[in-house]
C-alpha cells in the first residue's frame, strides 16, 4: 500500500506570513496523521522561511506516525538531524533564491559529502532518501552511497498540463522507479503533486511513497485539512490508471 506523507511547510507559511502562532503546524501535523498521512513531511531551509527548528522539535514530541526532515547537505542541518532524530532525513538542493526545491540533489558530483551524511545518519537510526531527477547515473550513485531510498522529483512531470498525464516524463519515472528498485532502493515520489496528477504516478508499481504539500495545503482551504488529506489518500489508494 503506498504511504502518503503531507508535507506541511505551508501552514507555517500562512502562520509566519502574519507573524502569529497560528495555524498551528502542530495541529496540523496531527489532523493529517488522524485523516489519512502515514507521515508528515516538513522541510528545515536555511532561510526559515516557513518551518522553523521549534516546529520540527514539537513535532518529534507530538506526531504518532513518523516525520520526515528535509534538509540540506550543510553542517548546521546534519547537527540539528542528529539531535531531533526524526525517522527519516531526505537530503535536499537548496538555492536561497528559489521558490521551491527546483531539480534534484547532484549526488553523482558529492558523493563523499553525501555518503558522509548517510553513514551519520544511518549510524543514529534515521533512514535516508535522496530527492534526485529520474536519472541513470544519479539513482546509481543514490546506491552507491548506500542511501536507504530515493524520492524521484516529479516537478517536470506535474508542470505538464493537459488531460492525458502519460506524457513523456511520466515514460521517464516509470522506467526509472523499476531500475531503482532492481538496485533494491526503495522508491518515493513527489512535487507538484496534486488531484489531477497524482494517480498516473501512483500506478507505478514500485513506488512506495509519495509526498505531497501545497496542493492539499491549498485545497484544504476549500474542504478542511482533513478532507483534502482524505481525498488524496483516497485517489492514492485506488489508482487504476492505464
Ligand atoms: N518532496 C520534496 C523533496 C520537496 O522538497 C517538496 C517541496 O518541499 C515536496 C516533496 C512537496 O512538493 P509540493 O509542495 O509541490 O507537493
Not at 550543510?74 to 540539528?80: A, G, N, Q, V, Y
Not at 531500475?179 to 538496485?183: E, K, T
Given at each position: 500500500m503506498i504511504r502518503l506523507g503531507v508535507n506541511i511547510d505551508h501552514v507555517a507559511t500562512l502562520r509566519n506570513a502574519r507573524g502569529e502562532d497560528f495555524p498551528s503546524v502542530i495541529e496540523a501535523g496531527l489532523v493529517c496523521e488522524t485523516h489519512g498521512a502515514d507521515l508528515i513531511t516538513v522541510h528545515l531551509r536555511e532561510d526559515r522561511r516557513h518551518i522553523k527548528d521549534n516546529d520540527v522539535i514539537l513535532l518529534r514530541q507530538t506526531l504518532?506516525?513518523?516525520?520526515?526532515l528535509e534538509m540540506a547537505v550543510?553542517?548546521?542541518?546534519?547537527?540539528?538531524a542528529l539531535d531531533v532524530k526524526?525517522?527519516?532525513?531526505?537530503l535536499v538542493p537548496e538555492k536561497r533564491q528559489e521558490l521551491t526545491t527546483e531539480g534534484g540533489l547532484d549526488v553523482l558530483s558529492n558523493m563523499d559529502r553525501i555518503g558522509y551524511?548517510?553513514?551519520?545518519?544511518?549510524?543514529?537510526?534515521?533512514?535516508?532518501?535522496l530527492f534526485i531527477d529520474a536519472n541513470l547515473e544519479q539513482i546509481n550513485a543514490a546506491r552507491d552511497v548506500n542511501s536507504y531510498a530515493i524520492e524521484i522529483h516529479t516537478g517536470k512531470y506535474a508542470s505538464c498540463r493537459g488531460s492525458a498525464y502519460i506524457n513523456e516524463d511520466f515514460y521517464t519515472i516509470q522506467d526509472m522507479c523499476e531500475?531503482?528498485?532492481?538496485?533494491d532502493l526503495v522508491v518515493n515520489a513527489?512535487?507538484?503533486?496534486?488531484y489531477n496528477n497524482v494517480q498516473a504516478i501512483a500506478s507505478i508499481p514500485q513506488i512506495h511513497e509519495l509526498n505531497i504539500g501545497f496542493a492539499i495545503i491549498a485545497k484544504s482551504m476549500f474542504?478542511?485539512?482533513s478532507q483534502a488529506v482524505y481525498e488524496m489518500k483516497h485517489l492514492i489508494?485506488?489508482?487504476?490508471?492505464k
Open positions: 504518532k506516525t513518523e516525520l520526515n550543510t553542517d548546521e542541518m546534519l547537527e540539528f526524526p525517522d527519516y532525513v531526505c551524511f548517510i553513514d551519520t545518519l544511518h549510524k543514529n537510526n534515521i533512514k535516508t532518501s531500475y531503482a528498485s532492481s538496485l513527489g512535487h507538484g503533486l496534486n474542504v478542511g485539512l489508494l485506488n489508482s487504476r490508471y
